[in-house]
């Protein structure tokens, strides 16, 4: 771990964060430094610890955060939750919490173990290609940006297809799984997003992300971006709470997991909501309606901007006004005692 976080990886995250230089500078430091990382390490173990200290910094510590924080200053966090004292862990028994706990950090755990399995075996094993690219040169830019997309949009998809047509259908045993255990919790905490039966869980949160990446054969370095943004987005849209960042709708997901889970999984099968508008599938408003309301939100803001600049102007003609009446008095008032 420590040979891991040498100079050529802090570098690499704190160079195009907290340097001055421009654009293409940053550039070049990150590919350098990228260069350099993979020179120093093998490329297994560079993804290996990219995806543990992801998943990890991203979600599972902050869950466990937030899991003490509710259990240990339940009064303040009931003011924060959407569903106040009834989101909170307490309303479980002592075993069912521990239950929760468990098996949400066993299967956050196995979902990175299953990765890397798998790249073992591919590589080590088989002997061929790893699954996910993880060479010296870096993808161009738009090329990144093209995979991040792709991957976010991959995967909403399959797990809106899956989490509807599997693990909600009836007539598949792993449905009654589901049901049973991560609909036991009427209300989520942030460690639930990852708390169901371990086969459940690899079908709702692992084969969504992870098979499209491996398909596509997608780079190590926007791959770590997909997950970074899944992993935060399960953080905060399972956490319950009502407080959260209105931007990129975190909002109205976090509402929408809530309804899925008050609804018995009636509709909202997919956190973002876009599938679920188009089929029809939205419970307690959709991803059209958090985008109406983040549009009034923002020309409500533009409108009272220009409120505020037009009072300024005005505010500040009128004190030109008043100074040049104030100039024009004292003129006259001395040229009289002149005379």
């Keep these: 771990m420590g040979a891991f976080l040498s100079i050529p990886l802090t570098t690499l995250l704190a160079v195009p964060l907290f340097s001055s230089y421009t654009t293409s500078l940053n550039l070049l430091f990150f590919t350098l430094n990228w260069y350099l990382l993979l020179l120093s390490h093998p490329p297994l173990v560079v993804e290996i610890y990219g995806l543990s200290i992801i998943r990890l910094v991203f979600f599972l510590l902050p869950a466990l955060l937030f899991l003490a924080f509710d259990a240990g200053l339940p009064d303040l966090a009931k003011s924060l939750k959407a569903q106040g004292k009834y989101g909170l862990p307490s309303r479980l028994s002592r075993n069912h919490r521990l239950q929760v706990l468990g098996w949400g950090v066993f299967n956050t755990l196995l979902g ?4 890397i ?42 797990q809106y297809v899956i989490h509807r047509f599997v693990l909600h259908n009836p007539s598949i045993p792993i449905s009654k799984l589901h049901i049973k255990w991560q609909h036991s919790i009427a209300a989520p905490f942030a460690i639930v997003a990852a708390y169901d039966h371990p086969l459940a869980y690899l079908l709702h949160h692992w084969v969504p992300l992870y098979a499209p990446a491996m398909l596509f054969r997608m780079h190590l370095l926007p791959f770590l971006a997909v997950l970074m943004i899944v992993s935060a987005e399960e953080l905060l849209i399972y ?6 960042p209105s931007m990129i709708m975190v909002k109205g997901m ?9 609804s018995s999984g009636k509709g909202n099968f997919g956190a973002f909501g876009a599938v679920d508008w188009i089929t029809g599938t939205s419970v307690g408003g959709s991803v059209v309606e958090d985008l109406q309301k983040e549009w009034d939100k923002h020309n409500m803001s533009e409108k009272v901007q220009d409120n505020a600049n037009d009072a300024g102007d ?8 008043m100074r040049n009446g104030t100039k024009k008095r004292s003129g006259r008032k001395g040229s009289g005692q002149s005379q």
């Design 254 to 262: 976090a509402r929408r997991v809530d309804n899925h889970f008050l």
């Design 239 to 244: 956490s319950g709470y009502s407080v959260l």
């Design 112 to 115: 990175v173990a299953l990765t």
């Design 117 to 158: 399995g798998l790249e073992l075996l591919f590589s080590k094993v088989l002997r061929v290609r790893s699954l996910l690219s993880v060479s010296k040169t870096l993808p161009f830019p738009w090329k990144a940006v093209q995979s991040v997309i792709v991957g976010l949009l991959s995967r909403g998809t399959l």
């Design 314 to 321: 005005l505010i500040e003609g009128l004190g030109l006004k």
